[in-house]
């Protein structure tokens, strides 16, 4: 991965995405679902960033938003320091505008593989012709003899062998593991800087996730590309960035909630949530403590239409107290460890240690413990 401090390859900036929800065929008006909501993150060359969150938490709307197909309601999407709506928008100007990126180059480098690989490749075209059709649109002056050369090499590659039969295949003859391989095959046939891969290993039997997981890491060596990986399942983003030296974000109704590494966020984690995340993942509980039942107040996830006041996980969160009501914690790094959190509890001078704890939260006693270890931590 590249140094934190170069130019990001990525970057965005306070993103927001609010969509109107018809109710009743438009009859009872609409009401403004907050997919995403101000959320700000950086992805750099040869990076990995794994996005993890309950379904309908927003990450692959954020996802989605950063690869340019999504347009954010606000804030600004860069590519390489190039803002890629305003190149889109100038797309229609002769001369292509006043942008130093054009769209054409940065819809060829944002490219995704989706969690159905089966959906996304057109069923009536063998392999060789899904693969050949983006080297045709963007290298069209490479021959079919080369273009069937550098197909075969890549299907070699990643364990398709024989090259000629799996290429004169259709998808419906391909296992979900083979199909898998062409998307991602596919998004690296057109030099992309940057693969979003939205829940891409979910439909996988487990024995071969972990299997695509390194065959993805090892294609980005040998690519120079970067993941944007989706998942609801905290243990597959842990192997995939644990191996790539990257990071998690863990993402909660909308809002990025904290971002470090796999070793903070599994063996050390700050937000309350990213704590239930980790007892719900079988392949990395930790029941040293006896829990056998999940830390949080409710199960109830509020609606994204009327998302809570303050903290958004206060109406859930075992450790929230009165001022996480009418207080939303921004996203900052505490102790100068890289690691993001937005929580109150991870500043140990915040007037949320004075504040009063709401029903069914923590008792005072825990609290004291807690405020002190994060105290002497911030002392180190």
């Not at 991965?1 to 990001?8: F, K, R, T, Y």
């Not at 075209?125 to 050369?149: G, Y």
């Not at 409710?298 to 994204?304: A, H, K, R, Y």
Request: with cysteine.
């Amino acid at each position: 991965m590249s140094d934190a401090d170069d130019e990001p390859l990525l970057s965005l900036r306070n993103v927001s995405v609010h969509f109107e929800d018809e109710q009743l065929f438009g009859l009872a008006g609409s009401e403004t679902v907050h997919a995403v909501d101000d959320v700000s993150l950086d992805v750099h060359e040869n990076d990995v960033v794994a996005l993890v969150g309950e379904s309908g938490c927003g990450k692959t709307t954020l996802g989605k938003t950063a690869i340019g197909v999504q347009r954010p309601t606000d804030g600004d999407v860069r590519y390489r320091g190039q803002d890629i709506w305003e190149a889109k928008d100038a797309k229609g100007f002769l001369g292509g505008g006043d942008v130093t990126h054009s769209w054409e180059k940065i819809r060829r480098s944002l490219q995704m593989i989706h969690q159905d690989p089966g959906s996304s490749l057109n069923s009536n075209f063998t392999i060789e012709s899904i693969l050949s059709a983006p080297l045709k649109k963007w290298e069209p002056e490479m021959s079919e003899a080369d273009r069937r050369v550098r197909i075969y090499g890549l299907l070699e590659y990643v364990g398709m062998t024989p090259a000629e039969d799996y290429a004169s295949r259709y998808p419906h003859q391909l296992s979900g593991g083979e199909q898998q391989r062409v998307a991602l095959i596919r998004a690296l046939l057109m030099n992309s800087d940057l693969i979003l891969a939205d829940e891409a290993i979910s439909a996988l039997d487990v024995s071969l996730r972990a299997e695509m997981m390194d065959l993805m890491l090892e294609l980005q060596e040998e690519f120079d590309t970067s993941y944007l990986f989706i998942s609801h399942n905290l243990a597959n983003a842990k192997h995939l960035t644990q191996r790539a030296g990257g990071r998690i974000g863990i993402m909660y109704l909308g809002e990025l909630v904290e971002v470090g590494t796999p070793e903070q966020i599994i063996h050390d984690p700050q937000h309350p949530y990213t704590k239930v995340l980790l007892w719900a993942t079988s392949d990395l509980q930790n029941r040293s403590k006896g829990v056998s039942t999940p830390p949080v107040r409710s199960l109830d996830i509020p609606e994204p239409t009327d998302p809570p006041s303050g903290c958004r996980f206060h109406t859930r969160c075992l450790d929230a107290r009165e001022v996480c009501t009418r207080e939303c914690p921004s996203l900052e790094d505490h102790d100068g460890d890289g690691r993001r959190t937005a929580c109150f509890r991870a500043d140990p001078d915040h007037e949320y240690w004075e504040s009063e704890p709401l029903d069914g939260a923590e008792t005072e006693e825990n609290a004291a413990g807690d405020r002190g270890e994060r105290g002497a931590a911030g002392d180190d």
